[in-house]
């Protein structure tokens, strides 16, 4: 009988998965996932590019600290959504191709999400097999879910969330501590794949859970528990978070070192963290998922505006008859534990979403430790969708029992309950296919997609080992994502915005981080001005000398650039004739403007300073804002001099002599120059000043100073010399020693409990 049960049951997985399958097919067979907005999206902007490059250093061998690629030189690692150590991705992409292990990759956590939630309604629940197909049906399939494709890490970290779950209710049903210790592996994996945030979601919503069943409804299967819970079991709940965080030190101290040196080392503002907001009239999505294609195109929309909809990140469809489903039990269930529990956690979570419209995002925003950190709370639709998933099978259950009593043993009784069953999960299924699945382009060859363009291939030519950069007018104040045609989409790959120049390993100033480097942020603060009459751009004097400073030798845009000192190397014609969508803002607000695209242009900066240069002489200021206004004095020469943030007592006295400086050997996480002088002097090297980076002139040590408000320098003596920078995070050494005894202890703790359970 036990063989019998578990050969039905893995046969309801089996359906589970195929529907699933049967989805995302076209990607595992060459196709690409394309999103709204297409190329200005979160998934060709970050999310591919990154992984593609992330493919690249694992490959040759190398963990991906540091890339000189983006942002004058980021510290990838340190931003952790690239997920670096996440097991899959050591996995997939050490050894698949990058567009084969991206899409498996995404595909097995839907997977994932859909085996996890059936999991845990079958074993904590205790919901039939084909509520439990719907319920994971419903998760994975969601309307949160397909519109969050392009920030894949979000969705690695939520697919876990039902098994973090399961495990939770494990040890306050048993008590037992193995729980606490696999408890602590999910999260782990839930840290490691990248997304902050989302795990941050799940142990607020796995506490308030842990106290829901364990103290507020103490109620197992039927029975109340006569005594309260033990100190003990809270204390392995909360050990489990300590040990999921000591796994993952090797990940988070680099990240905690970059967020104290980034734009949110102080957290965000409260309308900066309540940015987006969620108007009541969206709710209509959950009924009308049609709707969606209407808010695109309301009046006045600005996605400069922090109260205009941002409707993907509010679109939460779940099906119809789930919603009835779910609808109907909380009506019927009240007195079921697991839907009182699911229903108050389904409020209390919109409640929350509603964000800065509602008291109660401010009060958890003011007490909550950390929240300060993270902004759009909407980003909580994921649980509700969860929440409504899970009650949805509850209602199935409630529907299938009323026809079990009203059939009773009649004759073929099975059958038809069988057959209600196999109706409901299908009708669920081709709802969210057609209403859900539509909101990803899944029509496109990878292969061609990803293709070379006619700029990349220029520019790699132009570039080749010179140590320049470019910078891309792409993503600067304009939206492509009205336009559909594909092919239009990939003609605006030519524009190369950050950090889409990656694939193309084509070195630029700009980056796309959720933590950036102040310093940095504000050499990049500038933009082109954009002459709405005239179609054209103009460069103000400090953005010139911003992007001299950063090397920056060809520019790319839309529209034309009138400047002197721009030379037109290259014009690339789009098909047709597109909208350029500006956001001006003005003492009116922002205003929208549209300019007729016809190509991309490339231009060559003749004002751009070499990556590397050798001075002789050097100025010492006392801090940043000295430093900016030394730099963008214009009778400042930064051929001939460097501006240090240091005690003028190391500063050498004026040098007569000359010297060059060339790369020799550039690597992601080291750099090799060759210098050769007639004096003393100074190596300034035009890559980002970060900690963890050590250098040595001919094996010997030498400190690393901050020179020109944003980059390095080191002190060079007289001759020929070798200088080989090198990059390890700092805290590198440190977090792997507290992952590794970490995970030590806690795996001798799961085999302890499983001995001991044996």
């Not at 959504?81 to 899959?88: C, N, S, V």
């Not at 009924?287 to 922090?306: I, K, N, Q, T």
């Not at 909380?330 to 699911?342: D, E, M, S, W, Y």
């Not at 605006?492 to 889409?500: A, R, S, Y």
Request: net charge neutral.
């Amino acid at each position: 009988m036990m063989k019998v049960k578990h050969l039905s049951e893995l046969l309801f997985v089996v359906v589970l998965v195929g529907l699933l399958t049967a989805v995302f097919f076209p990607v595992l067979s060459g196709k690409t996932f394309l999103h709204t907005g297409v190329v200005y999206s979160d998934l060709m902007l970050f999310n591919y590019p990154l992984k593609d490059w992330y493919r690249e250093m694992l490959v040759s061998g190398r963990l991906p600290f540091w890339t000189s690629l983006l942002g004058n030189g980021f510290p990838v690692f340190a931003e952790l959504q690239i997920g670096a150590l996440y097991p899959f991705h050591l996995l997939w992409f050490r050894v698949l191709p990058t567009l084969l292990a991206f899409n498996l990759n995404l595909f097995l956590h839907f997977v994932f999400a859909a085996i996890f939630t059936y999991l845990f309604c079958r074993i904590s629940l205790a919901q039939s097999k084909s509520a439990s197909v719907i319920s994971g049906l419903v998760y994975s399939l969601s309307g949160f879910f397909l519109t969050h494709i392009h920030q894949i890490n979000i969705i690695l970290v939520v697919a876990y969330l039902p098994l973090v779950l399961l495990a939770v209710e494990r040890l306050v049903t048993t008590r037992k501590a193995v729980f606490s210790f696999s408890l602590a592996l999910v999260f782990v994996f839930q840290i490691l794949a990248g997304y902050i945030e989302m795990f941050y979601y799940t142990v607020l919503i796995s506490a308030v859970f842990f106290v829901s069943i364990g103290v507020l409804f103490p109620e197992v299967r039927g029975q109340h528990r006569k005594q309260a819970l033990p100190l003990k079991t809270g204390l392995f709940f909360a050990v489990a978070i300590a040990l999921g965080m000591g796994m993952s030190a090797v990940q988070l101290l680099p990240t905690f070192e970059l967020t104290q040196l980034s734009q949110r080392a102080e957290g965000l503002g409260f309308e900066a963290a309540a940015a987006t907001a969620w108007p009541l009239d969206t709710f209509r999505l959950f009924v009308f998922p049609r709707a969606y294609d209407l808010f695109r195109s309301e009046p006045g929309y600005h996605p400069l505006v922090s109260q205009t909809v941002n409707i993907q990140a509010l679109y939460g469809y779940v099906g119809l008859l789930p919603l009835l489903f779910g609808l109907g039990a909380i009506a019927k269930g009240l007195k079921k534990r697991f839907v009182v529990v699911f229903a108050i956690l389904l409020i209390g979570s919109i409640v929350y979403g509603l964000g800065r419209t509602t008291q109660l995002f401010g009060i958890l925003w003011e007490t909550l430790p950390g929240l300060k950190f993270f902004r759009y709370p909407v980003k909580i639709l994921f649980f509700i969708d969860f929440c409504l998933a899970i009650l949805a099978g509850f209602g199935f259950d409630d529907v299938r029992g009323f026809l079990a009593r009203r059939i009773g043993r009649a004759e073929g009784g099975s059958k038809v309950l069988q057959l209600f069953s196999a109706l409901a999960v299908g009708l669920v299924f081709i709802d969210l296919f057609y209403n859900n699945v539509r909101q990803v382009n899944l029509s496109t060859s990878g292969k061609e997609w990803f293709s070379s363009t006619e700029a990349a291939e220029f520019l790699s030519r132009e570039l080749s080992d010179s140590g320049y950069r470019v910078y891309s007018h792409g993503t600067n104040n304009l939206d492509y994502q009205y336009v559909r045609d594909v092919g239009l989409q990939k003609e605006f790959q030519n524009l190369m915005p950050v950090d889409f120049s990656l694939l193309s390993r084509i070195p630029s100033n700009r980056e796309w981080f959720a933590l950036l480097l102040p310093r940095q942020q504000l050499l990049n603060g500038e933009r082109t001005i954009l002459d709405p009459k005239e179609g054209v751009l103009r460069l103000s004097s400090t953005f010139k000398r911003s992007l001299g400073l950063q090397s920056v030798k060809f520019l790319l845009a839309d529209l034309p650039i009138e400047d002197k000192d721009l030379a037109l190397r290259k014009t690339i014609p789009f098909s047709k004739t597109i909208d350029h969508y500006a956001y001006l803002s003005g003492d009116g607000g922002v205003q929208t403007v549209t300019v007729p695209a016809r190509a991309t242009y490339i231009y060559e900066y003749s004002g751009a300073y070499p990556r590397v240069l050798f001075v002789d002489s050097a100025r010492a200021v006392r801090g940043g804002e000295e430093a900016l206004e030394a730099i963008m004095d214009p009778a400042f020469d930064l051929r001939t001099e460097v501006v240090l943030e240091v005690p003028e007592a190391i500063l050498p006295s004026t040098g007569s002599g000359t010297g060059t400086a060339s790369i020799t050997d550039d690597r992601e996480n080291s750099l090799e120059v060759a210098v050769q002088s007639a004096s003393e002097g100074y190596l300034v090297l035009a890559d980002t000043f970060y900690p963890g980076w050590t250098a040595t002139v001919d094996g010997t040590s030498m400190p690393i100073l901050r020179a020109n408000y944003a980059f390095r320098a080191i002190k060079v003596p007289a001759g020929e010399h070798r200088v080989v920078f090198s990059f390890e995070p700092t805290y590198w050494k440190l977090g792997l020693i507290i992952s590794a005894v970490t995970l030590l202890i806690t795996l001798c703790g799961l085999t302890y409990t499983l001995l001991a359970k044996r």
